[in-house]
């Protein structure tokens, strides 16, 4: 209550005491959450509790239902996609500090756990194979793997090509944009696509469609198999 009323000092002490020292005993399907809590809570240890968050997630993830009990909400939706995020902005390291091939590789590896769990979380664990680790090396000459990393006060993109080294790299991280931005977009792009199934004739898909291209694709034009080009 003292979180969600903004009072983050107050809010640290009752969690600190309460929750971390016996909660993996007591209720360990509940840690991610409460690590999430102190990483709000404790904004100068914040990377340390989301990458906590995250561990005990995936230590749990493959127990949890598809829906929550109590709301019916997405299990990923409600309580994984936040933790996915936290874990993903504390691993990537906002300048050049510490050792970025490191921070990538794990962001990377966040992100693949996440889409395999939205899956998992859409179709059940058990129809599910886990996928196989991607590699660089995989990739054919001229052929690029994209993650964008969508998060609260910023827009990542990760990447890496075909025919070059084994290694995912990241550009710049964009600060203009963050994920309620894209978000939103999308949404605008999704309505402005039913529109044309009425109206053949309607362009609205253009400045949502450009939008995002300006955002997640133009970045990577130059390192793309085909150069840069607009498709507008």
Same mark, same amino acid.
């Given at each position: ?27 360990p399907t509940r840690l991610a959450d409460w690590y ?22 995936? =230590? ?39 050792? #970025?091939? @490191?921070?990538?590789?794990?962001? #990377?590896?966040?992100?693949? @756990? ?10 059940? =664990? ?45 550009? @710049? ?21 039913? =529109?044309?199934?009425? =109206? ?33």
């Open positions: 209550m003292a979180l969600a009323a903004g009072d983050v000092g107050a809010g640290e002490g009752p969690l600190r005491a309460r929750h971390l020292p016996g909660e993996p005993e007591a209720a999430l809590l102190m990483a709000r809570a404790s904004p100068g240890e914040s990377d340390r509790f989301g990458l906590a968050a995250y561990a005990a997630l995936e =230590n749990v993830r493959v127990l949890l239902p598809s829906r929550d009990p109590y709301t019916e909400e997405s299990t990923f939706e409600l309580h994984m996609r936040p933790v996915f995020e936290a874990a993903a902005d504390a691993a990537l390291p906002g300048g050049a500090k510490g050792d #970025q091939a @490191a921070a990538i590789t794990k962001a #990377q590896q966040i992100v693949e @756990a996440s889409r395999q769990a939205e899956i998992e979380s859409s179709f059940g =664990n058990e129809c599910i194979p886990r996928a196989p680790p991607i590699r660089p090396s995989a990739l054919r000459r001229g052929e690029i793997i994209l993650y964008p990393v969508l998060l609260e006060h910023r827009v990542e993109l990760l990447y890496a090509v075909g025919g070059g080294d084994d290694a995912f790299h990241r550009l @710049a991280p964009n600060s203009r944009f963050n994920r309620d931005d894209v978000a939103a977009m999308v949404d605008r792009l999704r309505d402005a696509a039913r =529109n044309s199934f009425e =109206n053949v004739d309607s362009d609205d898909w253009r400045t949502p469609s450009r939008d995002l291209y300006d955002i997640l694709i133009a970045p990577l034009e130059a390192k793309a198999a085909f150069g840069p080009r607009r498709p507008w």
